[in-house]
């Protein structure tokens, strides 16, 4: 009966350092994704005849959150975050909290109006469209 008390003991504390390693490596993955998320943002950057336009993907944030300094040939993009994961098991339940802020600064192409600039933020991503200073419209030339 006494081994039988040993071994049972062995084996819950096994288990127990096992769920240990596994709480740790699933939380540095967690750590290590907001880490790499929080300073860079995914962006694309299109180019009209008439305007720049930028995409900002900004998963899991509010638009609140969000704000944008802009100048002749820079978007500046601020925006905090507060993530908040939670995974439970039959004996462990982990939570873990990150607030922090993103950053992003993007060279736009061209020279812009900022004053002109009109911004939209739906389904996580964040549109900025801005109308270029010098609209390439072309003239129509007669040929002799």
């Not at 607030?99 to 900025?128: M, Q, S, W």
């Amino acid at each position: 009966m006494k081994e039988t008390k040993k071994e049972m003991k062995e084996i819950v504390k096994e288990m127990l350092d096992d769920t240990a390693r596994t709480v740790d490596k699933v939380r540095f993955d967690i750590e290590k994704s907001l880490v790499d998320y929080k300073f860079l943002p995914g962006k694309d950057i299109l180019e009209t005849d008439e305007s720049v336009i930028v995409h900002l993907i900004l998963p899991g944030i509010k638009k609140e959150d969000i704000s944008l300094k802009l100048t002749e040939s820079k978007l500046k993009v601020k925006a905090k975050f507060d993530v908040e994961h939670s995974m439970g098991g039959s004996f462990v339940t982990v939570k873990d909290r990150k607030t922090g802020y993103i950053h992003r600064t993007v060279r736009l192409p061209k020279k812009v109006v900022p004053e002109e600039a009109e911004a939209k933020f739906e389904n996580g991503v964040l549109k900025i469209e801005i109308p270029k200073q010098e609209k390439d419209e072309g003239i129509s030339v007669d040929i002799l």
